[in-house]
């Protein structure tokens, strides 16, 4: 039996699950990389995206899927771009490399998120897909913010954020 190419992996996406704790919420999905220390946000439409990656089902398939979830028409387009935004965060067991998925991330930094919608013809009930990395403190730094009262000199300062001067943090 051959081997599959790294084309042909990438053609039939599948979502990297090993060392990752996730939550899901009630409009996204909450990720903690165990592995690389980093916590993403997915919106419902990445999340959906990324829970269908199983290394089987191609994009097209999954744009269909989507639009019936969600009882549209969901442009392939919008699948690429999630494909290429969760690749980017290491969310797939393999790197992306195809045409679409470069055009895809191009899209997004080239054309406004409006221009977009209108160009995909995305309807109202999908919405893009996003990937946000989420930035919290580590353990130790979390430990030395301070608390209450705690002498600040910044925001950064306080584990609330706030700093009062010489009150100190709120």
Same mark, same amino acid.
Request: a positive charge.
């Given at each position: 039996?051959?081997?599959?190419?790294?084309?042909?992996?990438?053609?039939?996406?599948?979502?990297?699950?090993?060392?990752?704790?996730?939550?899901?919420?009630?409009? &996204?999905?909450?990720?903690?990389?165990?592995?690389?220390?980093?916590?993403?946000?997915?919106?419902?439409?990445? *999340?959906?995206?990324?829970?269908?990656?199983?290394?089987?089902?191609?994009?097209?398939?999954?744009?269909? &899927?989507?639009?019936?979830?969600?009882?549209?028409?969901?442009? &392939?387009?919008?699948?690429?771009?999630?494909?290429?935004?969760?690749?980017?965060?290491?969310?797939? /067991?393999?790197?992306?490399?195809?045409?679409?998925?470069?055009?895809?991330?191009?899209?997004?930094?080239?054309?406004? /998120? /409006?221009?977009?919608?209108?160009?995909?013809?995305?309807?109202?009930?999908?919405?893009?897909?996003?990937?946000?990395?989420?930035?919290?403190?580590?353990?130790?730094?979390?430990?030395?913010?301070?608390?209450?009262? *705690?002498?600040?000199?910044?925001?950064?300062?306080?584990?609330?954020?706030?700093?009062?001067?010489?009150?100190?943090?709120?």
């Amino acid at each position: 039996m051959k081997t599959k190419t790294k084309e042909m992996r990438a053609a039939f996406p599948h979502a990297r699950t090993e060392r990752m704790i996730v939550r899901q919420l009630d409009d &996204e999905t909450l990720i903690y990389d165990t592995a690389r220390h980093k916590a993403l946000c997915l919106n419902k439409t990445a *999340a959906f995206i990324w829970h269908h990656c199983d290394g089987k089902t191609p994009a097209s398939t999954l744009a269909r &899927e989507l639009g019936t979830h969600f009882n549209t028409v969901a442009p &392939e387009e919008v699948v690429h771009l999630g494909l290429a935004r969760l690749s980017k965060q290491g969310l797939l /067991r393999e790197q992306l490399h195809t045409p679409r998925a470069v055009t895809a991330a191009a899209m997004t930094t080239t054309m406004p /998120r /409006r221009a977009m919608l209108h160009r995909a013809g995305v309807a109202a009930a999908i919405s893009l897909p996003l990937v946000t990395a989420i930035i919290a403190p580590t353990a130790a730094q979390a430990a030395t913010l301070g608390g209450s009262t *705690a002498p600040c000199n910044s925001g950064s300062d306080c584990a609330s954020g706030v700093c009062n001067g010489a009150a100190g943090c709120q």
